[in-house]
């Protein structure tokens, strides 16, 4: 039977409020899933106090149950590091080089959008690299394109989004396929750039906080690389799950998660203290 509502959306201020709000709605679902929870995040490019404790509460939650830390799954979509320690020159050949040798499987997005090059007839690029340079030159053009940025695999010439689905070694795969499918980054009015994100699947419980805040971070370095105002951030979960088979977590193990995260947010410091990428 299908669920009454068809699109269950949820708007917050900042990612951590936006994964407790989701995190809730799916504690609430009867099969703890929804089919199309999108999320919207105002601010995702920057961290109050209380935000940054509640990050480290997850955090310490899924280490203490061998799952990946939260950075490690912020670092699957942008390599901070890389760029807080050495700028773009590094994200965009220092990363690469590392990616090579530590990579393993489709796992790490950031390979897939810094690493891996798309040849055109105008030279050989990174996704990223080649959507940074139009996204710079449309924004200081007198005609500005903020609408028509939808690509292929390929990212052509005239388009400004970015698949992350490689057919030749995902259309095999059943359980193992990428969950990150599609970024789609847009400008808008005033020098402002959002991204849109969407999932196939996205877990709840061991990913959903790490993407929100690995997406923020990679909004912040395209729009800082292009010159522009990062903006809001969307994350479309077209299947959405508080992952509870891993039987490293429970019910109430999550239930008192977010109790103790929201108790943060409501009695802490909400003034912010830096921004992702610091």
């Known amino acids: 039977m299908l669920e009454a509502a068809l699109i269950h959306p949820i708007e917050r201020e900042t990612s ?13 679902s009867p099969d703890l899933s929804l089919f199309n929870l999108v999320v919207g995040v105002r601010h995702p490019v920057a961290l109050s106090n209380s935000a940054e404790k509640v990050c480290n509460v997850v955090d310490a939650f899924l280490r203490e149950r061998g799952a990946l830390p939260v950075i490690t799954v912020a670092n699957t979509i942008f390599p901070g590091g890389f760029y807080r320690d050495g700028g773009a020159k590094a994200v965009y050949e220092e990363f690469p080089l590392s990616y090579e ?24 690029f990174g996704r990223i690299e080649r959507l940074v340079e139009k996204l710079r030159a449309n924004a200081r053009g007198s005609v500005r394109m903020r609408a028509s940025y939808e690509a292929d695999v390929l990212d052509t010439i005239l388009e400004e989004e970015v698949s992350l689905y490689n057919p030749e070694t995902d259309a095999g795969m059943g359980i193992g396929q990428p969950c990150l499918a599609h970024l789609s980054f847009k400008l808008h009015k005033g020098g402002v750039v959002s991204l849109t994100a969407v999932y ?32 809001f951030l969307v994350c479309h979960a077209t299947m959405a799950e508080l992952d509870l088979k891993s039987k490293k977590w429970g019910r ?20 912010e203290t830096a921004q992702l990428l610091v």
Request: net charge negative.
């Open 16 to 28: 951590v409020e936006a994964w407790m709000a989701s995190a809730e709605a799916l504690l609430k």
């Open 101 to 124: 040798i530590t990579k393993s499987g489709w796992g790490t997005y950031a390979g897939r959008l810094f690493a891996d090059k798309v040849k055109m007839k105008s030279g050989t």
């Open 200 to 231: 196939r699947s996205q877990y709840y419980v061991s990913k959903a906080l790490g993407n929100l805040i690995g997406l923020g971070q990679l909004l912040a370095f395209v729009a800082e690389e292009s010159g522009l105002t990062p903006g």
């Open 252 to 271: 109430e193990d999550v239930r008192n998660l977010l109790d103790e995260c929201k108790e943060i947010i409501e009695f802490g410091d909400r003034s």
